[in-house]
């Protein structure tokens, strides 16, 4: 019996990194009668002579969109321009992390075309302040390219946003070498090349690098009270509201709303946190 982790997924065949090799495997079929399914992130035990996954550990953590377990730490990619950044976005992909118990850390490209250098450098603060990181990147600058290779270093790490923020261009930039092993892996299973339209681990200084099919939208599956759980920074305040089941919108007696008036909170996220729940209201009222 060998232990790995499932690096690739696709049509019940999946590639196992076992450290000394990787195999190509498929489940027992006591998984399809449990209704379990496999997915990237997950370690497993393999019987190397029938080449078949003979057990699932339990998970720490897992997505659906994208399909992936056992996340130590999740980078929202944004660009600056082309498309344009998205405070609200950033917010909206926050809370979904959060909420699946994955650290979410920040990264916008392009900053090179940056044309308000000032206003980027406090959403930074503003997150900083929140305990989230974020890394500026652009083709001029190295320092936090350098950053985020040490920040990366030993984990199992998911890159997500957009389509057409660059995440695929970021991850050849962080590992030269990831176009080559997408070539390898994906002739093996006789794909032809990796287009980011499956979630794929690739092996990276002690870790691993996950790339994943760009978002068009996002829509966040919580209930209202879910939502107010994870949005970024409102922790320390859930609980002490007057109303226990409060959402900090129109209640009285706010312990949220009383922090941002005091400017222990801040404003522009408060906003953007009203912003989300006006969209899941809207939302939901439409399916009605």
Same mark, same amino acid.
């Given at each position: ?10 049509? $019940?065949?999946?590639?196992? !990194?076992?450290?000394?090799? *990787? ?5 027992? $079929? ?10 990237? #992130? !997950? ?9 078949? *996954?003979? /057990? ?10 994208? =399909?992936? =377990? ?10 600056? *321009? ?36 000032? =206003? ?8 900083? $302040? ?9 083709? %001029?600058?190295? /320092? ?20 057409g923020v660059g995440k695929s261009s970021l991850l050849n930039t962080i590992f030269p ?36 099919? $760009? ?12 939502? +107010?759980?994870?949005?970024? #920074?409102?922790?320390?305040?859930? #609980? ?16 949220? %709303? ?5 400017? +222990? ?5 408060? !906003? ?5 729940? %006006?969209? *899941?209201?809207?939302?939901?009222? %439409?399916?009605?």
């Amino acid at each position: 019996m060998m232990k790995g982790i499932v690096i690739s997924s696709r049509y $019940g065949v999946f590639e196992v !990194d076992t450290a000394s090799t *990787i195999l190509e495997v498929k489940a027992r $079929g006591l998984f399809r009668h449990q209704k379990k399914k496999i997915i990237v #992130g !997950d370690y497993v035990t393999v019987d190397e002579e029938t080449l078949t *996954i003979v /057990e699932v550990e339990d998970r720490k953590n897992e997505l659906i969109r994208p =399909a992936i =377990a056992n996340v130590d730490r999740a980078y929202v990619v944004m660009s600056y *321009i082309e498309p344009d950044f998205s405070p609200y976005l950033v917010m909206k992909f926050f809370t979904y992390l959060n909420y699946h118990q994955i650290t979410p850390s920040l990264i916008v490209t392009k900053m090179d075309r940056c044309q308000n250098r000032e =206003a980027m450098e406090k959403w930074k603060d503003l997150l900083k $302040g929140l305990g989230y990181s974020t890394f500026f990147l652009s083709t %001029k600058q190295e /320092e936090d390219m350098k950053a985020l290779k040490e920040d990366i270093q030993g984990k199992t790490c998911l890159f997500l946003g957009q389509s057409g923020v660059g995440k695929s261009s970021l991850l050849n930039t962080i590992f030269p070498k990831w176009d080559l092993k997408i070539g390898s892996y994906s002739s093996s299973l006789g794909r032809g090349r990796h287009q980011t339209k499956e979630v794929l681990l690739l092996p990276y200084e002690g870790g691993y690098l996950a790339d994943t099919p $760009g978002f068009s939208s996002l829509e966040l599956e919580l209930t209202m009270q879910e939502i +107010q759980e994870n949005f970024p #920074g409102f922790k320390p305040y859930i #609980g002490h509201c007057f109303f226990k089941d409060c959402i900090h919108v129109h209640e009285k007696k706010c312990a949220l %709303k009383e922090a941002v008036e005091k400017e +222990q909170y801040p404003q522009e996220l408060y !906003d953007l946190y009203l912003e989300l729940t %006006k969209e *899941i209201t809207e939302d939901r009222r %439409k399916l009605r």
